[in-house]
C-alpha cells in the first residue's frame, strides 16, 4: 500500500516568489506557488519561464552538446556533397520518432536518406554489423543514429572498418571507454557542457538538426527548414520513453503537444484517426498514439513505424495506421496474459517476504511486452520492476524504476552476471542466463538497500495541498493546467479532501485495466471523478474516503465540464460505512 506524504508546508512561500507567481497567476496564487515550490521551482526568475515555457528562452545552444561542431559539420558536408546518408534508429518510440525526425529534416535540405530499424527479435538492442554492411553495400558514407549507439563499441570501431563514418544521438548511459565514432553526441557522456542531462533520443536528434541548420547558415545557405514543427515527434519520443519533463524536456514536449494538435503530417493525422484522439495530451500520446507506435517495434517490423511518420501519401498513412492497430490488439493480448502472471508470481514473492524490488521470470512470455508489463508492475507495487522473458537457456530482461531510484545503477552493481546491458536511470535492458535470475532478485535487493532513505519514494504519493471539494471550480482547474505538460519531474497535482462520500461507483473500460466512475459528495457539493486504473478497489456506494486527486476540465461535444481524476483512495472511519460484503476485505485502499 502506498504511503502518503504531505508536501503541504506550513510556513509561508518568501515574498519575491510568491510575487512572480502573483504576476503571472494572480488568482490562485497561492495554490500554484505552492505546486511550484514542491517540485522545486523556488527561484522567482525561473517561475515565468515554468509556466509560460517558450523556445526561444527556454533551449540552451546545441554546441553546448559535446562533439556538437564536429556532427554538424560532417552531416554538412555529406549533405552539400551528395553523400548517402543512413539513418539507423531504435525500435522504440523514441529511436523510430527520431529517426523519422532525421529523415525529414535531411529530405528538407534535398538529402535521401537510407534508414535501418533493427528488429526486436532478430537484431536485438543497438548497432549490429550485418546491417552496416549492408548500409555501407547500399552506398552510404555515413551513418546517424537515434537513440543507440553509445554502448557499441565494437559495432563502432568495424564500421570504421568498412569505411562509414557514424554520428551518434543517444541518451543511454555511456561506458567508461569513449565509444570509436566521428562524434557522439549524448548529454550523459563525461565531458559534455550540456547542463540538462535527461534528453530523449528524440531531442538529442533534434538538437543535431538545430546544429546542421546553424552550421548550413554559417557557410551562406539559404531556405534552410523551420524545424518548429517536427517537434510533435519529439514530444512522442519523450512522453513515450519517460524522460523528466524539465527544462528543455518541457519545453520540447509544451511546443511538440502545440505542433501535434494542429499537425497535418499524413502519418499523423491517419495514427491519430485510429487511436481516436481528439487533443493532443501526455496522456493522448501515453495511452493511445505510443502504444501502436510500439506495438511494430515489439510485435511486428518497426520500420513500417518510421514510413507512417515520414509519408506524404495520405492512402498510405491510414493502411499502416491500421496495421498498427491489428499489431497493437496482439501485443495487448500477450501483455494483458504476461501481466497476470506476472502479478502472481510478485503477489507470491511479496508474501514470503519484504522486497524491495519485483523480479518475474517465466518461459513464454513475449520479449517484446516485458518492457510494458515490468512499467505496470512498477506502477503497481510502487518499487522498480525488473521482467525476464526465458527461452531455453537464457533470457531476456525489461526493467522500470517505478519511483526516483536509478535503477541504472542499482542493476549495474550486478553487472557481472548480465549480457548486453543498457539503458539510463528509470529504464534498463539486459539478457542474462536462467540459472542467474535468482542471484539477480539478490544482488538487486542488496543495491537497493544502499540507496538513501529520500531517493527511495516509489511507495510514496506525495500530495501537495488539503482542499475541499467545495472549492473546486473550472477556473481552478483552468489555473493549474499552467503546469502542464505533466509528468516525471513534473507530477500532476495531488489535492486531498477528506471525509467525502462515495454516492455513486461504477466500471468502465475492459476487465483487466477497468476505471472506477465516481460520484463524490462534500458539504453539499457533488463532482464526478475518474480513477484511471483503479477498477480493482474495494470501493462501495455509501463508504467514506479520503481522496487524493487532480481536478480537470474536459470538453464533451462542445460543453466544458470539470471533473476530478482520482489519483488514490482510502477509506475513513469518520462515519462507518454500510457492512462490507463477506468477500470483499475490510482494508485501507492503496
Not at 535527461?198 to 546544429?211: E, I, K, M, T, W
Not at 496495421?323 to 502479478?343: D, G, P
Not at 552476471?417 to 539478457?431: K, S
Not at 538497500?449 to 483552468?478: F, H, K, N, Q
Request: with cysteine; proline share 7%.
Amino acid at each position: 500500500m502506498r504511503r502518503w506524504r504531505s508536501q503541504d508546508g506550513e510556513d509561508p512561500l518568501p515574498r519575491r516568489f510568491a510575487e512572480a507567481v502573483a504576476a503571472v497567476e494572480p488568482r490562485y496564487g497561492a495554490l500554484v506557488g505552492r505546486l511550484l515550490w514542491n517540485r522545486g521551482i523556488r527561484e522567482p526568475d525561473a517561475v515565468e519561464p515554468f509556466l509560460r515555457p517558450t523556445l526561444a528562452r527556454g533551449l540552451r545552444s546545441p554546441r553546448l552538446l559535446r562533439d556538437m561542431d564536429r556532427a554538424a559539420a560532417r552531416l554538412a558536408d555529406a549533405v552539400v556533397g551528395g553523400e548517402r546518408i543512413a539513418v539507423y534508429g531504435d525500435y522504440d518510440v523514441d529511436g523510430l520518432s527520431g529517426a523519422a525526425l532525421l529523415v525529414l529534416g535531411l529530405r528538407a535540405l534535398g538529402a535521401e536518406p537510407l534508414v535501418h530499424v533493427p528488429h526486436r527479435l532478430r537484431d536485438g538492442h543497438g548497432l549490429r554489423v550485418d546491417a552496416l554492411r549492408r548500409l555501407r553495400a547500399s552506398g552510404a558514407r555515413l551513418v546517424v543514429t537515434a537513440d543507440c549507439g553509445t554502448g557499441d563499441g565494437a559495432a563502432l570501431a568495424a564500421a570504421a572498418e568498412l569505411g562509414l563514418d557514424v554520428i551518434v544521438c543517444d541518451h543511454h548511459e555511456t561506458p567508461p571507454a569513449r565509444p570509436p565514432a566521428v562524434a557522439v553526441l549524448n548529454p550523459r557522456q563525461p565531458g559534455c557542457a550540456f547542463p540538462f542531462k535527461g534528453l530523449s533520443g528524440a531531442g538529442v536528434a533534434f538538437y543535431l538538426l538545430v546544429g546542421l541548420r546553424m552550421e548550413l547558415r554559417a557557410r551562406g545557405h539559404a531556405a534552410l527548414p523551420d524545424l518548429r514543427p517536427y517537434l510533435d515527434l519529439v514530444a512522442l519520443g519523450a512522453v513515450a520513453d519517460v524522460v523528466p519533463l524539465r527544462e528543455e524536456n518541457r519545453v520540447l514536449v509544451a511546443h511538440g503537444l502545440r505542433a501535434l494538435e494542429r499537425t497535418k503530417r499524413a502519418g499523423l493525422v491517419a495514427l491519430k484517426e485510429t487511436a481516436l484522439v481528439d487533443a493532443a495530451s501526455v496522456r493522448a500520446i501515453a495511452f493511445r498514439l505510443a502504444p501502436r507506435l510500439n506495438a511494430a517495434g515489439r510485435v511486428a517490423e518497426p520500420e513500417r513505424v518510421v514510413e507512417l511518420l515520414t509519408t506524404d501519401d495520405g492512402e498510405a498513412a491510414r493502411t499502416i495506421a491500421a496495421e498498427l492497430e491489428v499489431h497493437n490488439a496482439e501485443r495487448r493480448r500477450l501483455e494483458e496474459s504476461a501481466f497476470a502472471e506476472a502479478v502472481a508470481l510478485a503477489d507470491a514473492r511479496l508474501a514470503a517476504g519484504p522486497a524491495r524490488a519485483i523480479v518475474v521470470a517465466r518461459d513464454g512470455w513475449h520479449p517484446g511486452v516485458v518492457g510494458i508489463v515490468a512499467a505496470r508492475l512498477a506502477e503497481r507495487y510502487g518499487r522498480p520492476a525488473i521482467v525476464v522473458a526465458l527461452d531455453g537457456d537464457t533470457g531476456r530482461a525489461s526493467g522500470r524504476s517505478g519511483g526516483d531510484v536509478d535503477l541504472h545503477a542499482a542493476v549495474a552493481a550486478a553487472r557481472h552476471l548480465l549480457a548486453d546491458f543498457g539503458g539510463h536511470p528509470h529504464a534498463v535492458g539486459f539478457t542474462l542466463a536462467r540459472d542467474r535470475v535468482r542471484a539477480l532478485a539478490v544482488h538487486l535487493d542488496d543495491a537497493l538497500a544502499r540507496v538513501p532513505a529520500d531517493r527511495e519514494r516509489g511507495d510514496e504519493l506525495a500530495i501537495d495541498a488539503e482542499t475541499t471539494l467545495a472549492a473546486m471550480t473550472p477556473e481552478l482547474a483552468a489555473a493549474l493546467a499552467r503546469l502542464e505538460p505533466h509528468g516525471p519531474g513534473n507530477p500532476e497535482p495531488a489535492l486531498l479532501a477528506r471525509d467525502v462520500e462515495v454516492q455513486g461507483v461504477g466500471l468502465v473500460g475492459d476487465p483487466v485495466r477497468s476505471h472506477l466512475k465516481l460520484r463524490l459528495r462534500q458539504d453539499g457539493r457533488t463532482l464526478a471523478a475518474l480513477g484511471f486504473r483503479l477498477g480493482h478497489l474495494p470501493v462501495r456506494p455509501g463508504m467514506r474516503a479520503d481522496v487524493v486527486f487532480t481536478p480537470r476540465l474536459s470538453v464533451w461535444q462542445g460543453v466544458e465540464r470539470l471533473r476530478l481524476e482520482v489519483l488514490a483512495l482510502r477509506q475513513t472511519a469518520a462515519r462507518p460505512a454500510a457492512q462490507a460484503p463477506e468477500n470483499t476485505p475490510e482494508r485501507a485502499i492503496p
